[in-house]
């Protein structure tokens, strides 16, 4: 337990920095007069990275444990970005940001399987909303840092460092370390997840037994990792070009991010009294009323509003659908489904901030919460099909 919650304290820094950076990114390429289409797909290619990881790292977590997993996936991430002062390119930038998304699988592998694999199924719930929680308080903390230096200047990528090493530390320092042989997650990892290299067959296993015991989780988590790309890379460029000053962009995600921290727990309690598929249901409705007002709603307060509510239910997709899927997974295959639903979550988080920049091009600055009302309307289509 005690190894848990340095795990947790590391991960709340990680994504506090990572946020920072995420929004960074795109306030750096706007004040370079870059397009929109130009931030999605430097943006997308952070999920790129996803992909590549959850195709293999899964197994290789099991084998090391989660503590020199976090460890070295951390200072991986740390290294790449220190690249962005040095490059002025988003060739380059499209590069470290698919290194940055390899990273930080490895981190989210570890911590949701540790999760995961501490608590009953009637708990699940609560549980991954707790984690969610510490992901969006560090989330929100991360946008509220924007304010403290000039956007793409020397200080906020050093605080992004800073914030990547420092997240090191209570992983290394608190709770005893397992060895590799008695490590609790490779233990719990199928046989065939730790001898065998065949990447491609452990993807496969791992999408035959999510299709298995939970159909609608592939497409719903696809729904969930589209929603979620396109607010992170595209929700700054929709502000200003709907007229919100660079200086009151990072309060605004600020603000409406402490949705996702405050959403979590009642809408994991919801799901472990209501069901998980009359949640999932429940959340894309409402998300798709908030993302329609969205299109048209220009005035500050009533954009801020929206989006806080649009936040707070759309953020909570994808805890809601892992905790389905666990509900009904084999405690043995919990290492490989982590990785496997990360994977399926990092697909519609590439394609997510490209698409929604297309919408944007086409339709102006609302095209990208036309986007979101379509993805939501599906998913809550899916939540009440017979055979999801």
Same mark, same amino acid.
């Given at each position: ?18 946020? !920072?950076? #995420? ?64 490059? $002025? ?5 499209? &590069? ?13 592998? /570890? ?8 608590? =009953? ?15 969006? @308080? ?40 397992? /060895?590799? $042989? ?7 990892? =199928?046989?065939?997840? @730790? ?7 452990? !993807? ?56 996702? @921290? ?9 799901? $472990? ?26 005035? =500050?307060?009533? &954009? ?11 953020? #909570? ?9 666990? $509900? ?6 919990? &290492?490989? #489904? ?51």
């Amino acid at each position: 337990m005690r190894a848990l919650i340095g795990l947790l304290g590391g991960y709340t820094i990680l994504v506090c920095g990572n946020s !920072l950076l #995420t929004t960074l990114i795109s306030l750096r390429m706007l004040h370079d007069e870059r397009t929109a289409l130009d931030v999605g797909l430097v943006q997308s290619c952070y999920y790129v990275g996803f992909i590549v990881g959850a195709l293999g790292l899964g197994p290789m977590v099991g084998r090391i444990g989660p503590q020199r997993a976090f460890i070295g996936f951390g200072a991986l991430a740390a290294l790449a970005a220190l690249g962005y002062l040095s490059f $002025d390119s988003p060739d380059v930038w499209a &590069v470290l940001r698919l290194i940055t998304g390899f990273s930080m699988v490895g981190v989210f592998t /570890s911590i949701e399987s540790g999760v995961n694999g501490a608590v =009953p199924n009637e708990r699940r719930g609560r549980a991954f909303a707790f984690y969610l929680v510490l992901t969006y @308080l560090g989330v929100s903390a991360g946008q509220f840092l924007l304010g403290l230096g000039t956007p793409g200047g020397m200080f906020e990528h050093a605080l992004v460092n800073g914030l990547f090493v420092a997240a090191l530390i209570p992983v290394a320092l608190i709770g005893e370390w397992q /060895s590799v $042989d008695a490590a609790p997650l490779a233990a719990k990892a =199928p046989p065939s997840a @730790l001898a065998t290299p065949k990447r491609p067959t452990l !993807l496969l296993d791992g999408l035959r037994e999510l299709h298995r015991v939970a159909p609608r989780s592939v497409p719903a988590c696809i729904a969930a990792g589209l929603l979620s790309s396109a607010f992170y890379a595209l929700t700054p460029v929709y502000l200003a070009r709907i007229g919100y000053p660079a200086s009151d962009i990072s309060h605004a995600m600020g603000v409406v991010l402490i949705g996702a @921290l405050l959403s979590q727990w009642p809408v994991g309690r919801l799901s $472990d009294r209501l069901g998980r598929r009359a949640t999932l249901g429940v959340v894309a409705i409402v998300s798709a009323c908030a993302a329609a007002a969205l299109v048209v709603v220009r005035a =500050p307060v009533l &954009v801020d509003t929206l989006l806080f509510v649009y936040v707070a239910l759309t953020f #909570t997709l994808y805890g809601v659908i892992v905790s389905d899927v666990n $509900d009904r997974v084999d405690q043995a295959r919990r &290492v490989q #489904t982590s990785a496997t639903l990360l994977l399926v979550f990092s697909l519609g988080g590439a394609a997510g901030p490209t698409l929604a920049s297309l919408f944007m091009r086409l339709l102006g600055a609302g095209g990208l919460y036309v986007f979101a009302l379509t993805v939501a309307l599906g998913l809550a289509a899916l939540s009440r099909a017979r055979s999801a």
